[in-house]
């Protein structure tokens, strides 16, 4: 899918231009936008650096499991399926709490972990069961605190205000989380009342 | 008044890490380089990505290819008052991370961080992921075939974030 949009907008642009008369624009973006990639780039480490640096502590002095601890009521709730003392909570709930930082690289091998268990509950069908589409519901709609790496866009671009983003973001994830449950319930009960 | 929760959001939360950290006898600092390593690691290997990205799309917009389609779109969406200017980057966030990241950035920079259209890109970009990706990833890691409603229930997710950012930037940022 990805190759798909990365052609195509390069492949219409090219195409638009030569009809549009734009051919020398076209031309000059081409290395100039090279150049902005790199200087991102280069501001995106300074925000990284920092803010992986700062969770690798909250890491290792057990804040995610603080975390995770505190909304294992919640999640009970959600996953009705899977015992409260089952690995495949536990990894539900560290995989959310690093989400919540920000922590993409960390979150991922936990949701695999997590989906693995929450096969095995579902005797190693290859069938997705009513708990894995409501942990991608979750995983799709993202819960973030921090979205780091917009900041550092907004700043390298002049920014006044880098973060006054952060309280809309944070708002407009919860709305799209709860969305994200009902829309799973919604289907859920859908397909209960076909096999009735 | 929101805008200022969102000053003291980050350092609060660097404050409360710290001292946790302190308090749990973590080596903060010597933990804190270990993990920005990664940082550079990260960056790093995010440029190839986004610098094809920017490319392409920098061509469409140069090219008037991208203003032609905002053009199109713009007496439909005028009517439900959404700047069409965001349509590109509604369509490709469920999609991909990196284009829809790529094209959050030319937003930022051609529109300015601070506008309607900067602030309306940093929130839709950062308050949902990529649904197609986040669906390979697992259901591939695990060899489920059989997605169910999943992904019916990921991109209806996606459009209640997109429609969600759109209704809170109006509230909190006016336009």
């Given at each position: 899918m990805v190759n798909i949009i990365w052609v195509a907008l390069a492949a219409i642009g090219i195409i638009y231009a030569f009809f549009n008369g734009t051919i020398e624009e076209v031309n000059e973006v081409i290395f100039s936008s090279a150049q902005d990639a790199v200087a991102l780039t280069i501001s995106l480490v300074s925000v990284l650096v920092f803010w992986l640096g700062l969770m690798r502590i909250a890491e290792k002095a057990g804040l995610l499991e603080k975390l995770a601890h505190l909304f294992k009521p919640v999640f009970t709730r959600l996953f009705?399926?899977?015992?409260?003392?089952?690995?495949a909570m536990g990894y539900i709930l560290s995989n959310f709490s690093a989400n919540l930082f920000g922590l993409g690289n960390a979150a991922t091998p936990l949701g695999i972990k997590a989906m693995h268990e929450m096969k095995k509950l579902n005797n190693d069908s290859d069938v997705a069961s009513r708990s894995m589409i409501t942990f991608l519901a979750l995983n799709t709609s993202s819960v973030t605190l921090v979205p780091t790496t917009i900041i550092a866009i907004r700043m390298q671009y002049d920014?006044?205000?880098?973060?006054?983003i952060v309280s809309s973001t944070i708002i407009a994830t919860l709305i799209s989380t709860i969305g994200a449950i009902m829309i799973d319930r919604y289907f859920y009960y859908r397909r209960q009342r076909r096999l009735i | 008044m929101l805008v200022h929760i969102s000053n003291w959001i980050i350092p609060l939360i660097i404050l409360t890490v710290l001292l946790y950290g302190t308090y749990k006898r973590v080596p903060t600092y010597e933990t804190f380089v270990e993990g920005g390593k990664e940082g550079v690691k990260m960056a790093v290997s995010l440029l190839p990505f986004l610098l094809g990205m920017i490319v392409s799309i920098s061509i469409f917009r140069a090219s008037g290819a991208l203003d032609a389609f905002v053009n199109l779109i713009d007496p439909v969406l005028s009517i439900f008052n959404?700047?069409?200017?965001i349509v590109p980057l509604a369509i490709t966030r469920p999609i991909s991370g990196t284009a829809s990241l790529s094209i959050a950035t030319d937003l930022i920079k051609t529109e300015g961080p601070d506008s309607f259209i900067g602030q309306l890109a940093s929130t839709m970009q950062g308050s949902t992921d990529t649904t197609l990706y986040v669906l390979t990833v697992y259901f591939g890691a695990v060899g489920i075939r059989k997605m169910g409603d999943a992904l019916k229930v990921g991109l209806l997710a996606d459009f209640v974030g997109i429609i969600a950012s759109l209704v809170v930037c109006y509230l909190i940022f006016g336009s």
């Open positions: 009705p399926e899977i015992p409260a003392n089952h690995p920014s006044m205000a880098p973060t006054e | 959404i700047p069409s200017e």
